[in-house]
């Protein structure tokens, strides 16, 4: 090939990454990254921008600032930046977005948050109250929001979601588990170890061939937010937020852990499933 056909070849495979680049961007698996979005109207709030499609009915969308300041009291943490909040107009847009068709999902660096119809045709049907799934996303970006690129690799997936879990306190709502219930399973020995989660904290959960139970994703949230609500009665909130602010410095979660709350990950967790059972008697 003589060097005018490399440069034409070479220019050619440009332009084409950078149309496929675009369209993701604009469309696609980038849009999560993207720096600006398309294709949406934009409700603007103090904290947060809504994009949406035009003539969509919203959610209640009223007290999001509200919401949003609670998960920064919760936290013991700010915002980095606006909390952008797409809400899909079909469940295919979100599966074309994000690649899932999961009800909702929040991403690195920007937090940027997606939902699908489902959950907002839930809402507005009464079946599913959208706040509880907000105040969940919002939490998971703030804590996003606030992760360097290494540490959205090496954050405790676990930990991401039992303090979204805890944080939107939904135990007993929209299907997800009490905490008595979550005992109960407990004392029969169903426990899904928080190491069996997937990392990094993007991706769709992966189906654990140690643990089979109905309704098991509902448990295995409920049972996070159970280890959050233990960690924080029994050693206290400060200790939490240190432990929990440490591991956005992408420090070393087991020895953290250790140094934080004086026992190790393992054996506190044998401690938790005693402590979980002890209070159905
Ligand atoms: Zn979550």
């Known amino acids: 090939m003589n060097s005018k056909k490399v ?11 950078i149309i496929i680049t675009g369209y993701s961007a604009v469309y696609g698996r980038l849009l999560p990254y993207s720096p600006v979005i398309v294709g949406f109207e934009q409700k603007i709030y103090k904290k947060a921008t809504v994009y949406y499609h035009k003539g969509y009915s919203l959610p209640t ?3 999001i600032d509200e919401l949003i300041d609670k998960n920064e009291e919760i936290h013991r943490l700010k915002y980095k930046r606006r909390v952008d909040i797409i809400l899909c107009e079909s469940d295919q847009e979100k599966k074309r977005i994000t690649g899932s068709l999961t009800r909702a999902q929040s991403f690195p660096f920007f937090g940027r948050i997606v939902f699908s119809r489902k959950v907002q045709d839930e809402a507005i049907a009464n079946e599913k109250p959208f706040r509880v799934y907000l105040q969940h996303e919002l939490s998971h970006s703030l804590t996003q929001q606030n992760l360097s690129l290494f540490g959205t690799f090496t954050f405790p997936a676990w930990l991401n979601e ?11 709502k929209a299907g997800y588990f009490t905490q008595r219930e979550v005992a109960e399973h407990l004392s029969q ?16 959960p992966i ?3 140690e643990f089979k139970l109905k309704n098991k994703y509902y448990f295995i949230y409920s049972e996070f937010g159970c280890i959050v609500d233990d960690l ?40 938790f499933k005693a402590r979980m059972v002890s209070k159905l008697s």
């Open 7 to 17: 440069k034409i070849l070479s220019i050619s495979v440009f332009v084409v990454l």
């Open 61 to 63: 969308l009223g007290e």
């Open 162 to 172: 039992g303090i979204a879990v805890y944080s939107a306190d939904q135990f007993g």
């Open 189 to 204: 020995d169903v426990f899904f170890h928080p190491y069996w989660w997937s990392q990094p904290l993007q991706q769709a």
């Open 207 to 209: 189906e654990s061939k």
């Open 232 to 271: 924080i009665n029994t050693y206290g909130r400060d200790r939490f937020i240190v432990y929990y602010h440490q591991l956005l410095e992408d420090k070393d979660s087991e020895e953290v852990f250790l140094s934080v709350f004086g026992v190790s990950f393992v054996d506190y967790l044998n401690e």
